[in-house]
Each structure stands twice: as C-alpha cells, then as structure tokens.
C-alpha cells in the first residue's frame, strides 16, 4: 500500500493549494481518507476526512469553511483544496487510509499513512 501526498508549497496568506493524494495497493472505495498536519514544533492534527462511501466529510474547526476535501474513485485520489490560506496553516500535510472508516478524526484509526507534504504560508 502506496499514499503518496503532492501538492505543498509556499504560498502567501489569502492564497490557495490543492494537495493530492493517490493511493496504490489497496481497494480504495473501502477506504474512509483523512488529512491530518504536524506544524512545527506541535502535535499531529485531524484536519479533514471523507467516510469510505464519500457520503460524509468533517473539518476541523481551525478549517471549516476554507478547506474542501474530496474523493474521486477514478483516479484513486483525494484532494484538499485551501484556500483563504493563514500562516498558522504551515505545516506539513499527511494523508491517511482508514479501512471501511467513517471518517474519524482520530489518527489511530487509519491503517495507511502517506510521507507528507509541506506547505508554507506566508505572511
């Protein structure tokens, strides 16, 4: 099982990303899909997550409203789009595979995790 996480980069606040991540080795329609983010210095974070069907999706607090995450089954990819990006945004992104999931916030439920990417917002 491969996650493989793209898309980081530096951006300057009010700016937007789109972060990928294509999964190999696993049937991904089985698979709730979250990221999650570690800035520095602090613990890993939930940041967003899709169920397995893809019928339901949760945010974190910090990003309701500015951050879309989506799944597309043909591409086996999930997408973060961000946007209206704040420097407490910087850190880097990880994207996990939680199998039959609902989309738990909660990191110790995911099987698979990506290598992350990083992203920096600047002020």
């Known amino acids: 099982v491969q996650l493989q996480a793209s898309g980081g980069g530096l951006v300057q606040a009010g700016g937007s990303l789109r972060l990928s991540c294509a999964a190999s080795?696993?049937?991904?329609?089985?698979?709730?899909l979250g990221w999650f983010r570690q800035a520095p210095g602090k613990e890993r974070e939930f940041v967003a997550a899709?169920?397995?069907?893809?019928?339901?999706?949760f945010y974190a607090d910090s990003v309701k409203g500015r951050f879309t995450i989506s799944r597309h089954s043909a591409e086996n990819t999930v997408y973060l789009q961000m946007n209206s990006l704040k420097p407490e945004d910087t850190a880097v992104y990880y994207c996990?595979?939680?199998?039959w999931g609902a989309g738990q916030a909660t990191e110790q439920f995911y099987d698979y995790w990506g290598q992350g990417t990083l992203v920096t917002v600047s002020s």
């Open positions: 996990a595979a939680d199998l």
């Open positions: 899709t169920s397995w069907s893809g019928s339901s999706t």
């Open positions: 080795g696993l049937t991904f329609s089985r698979y709730a």
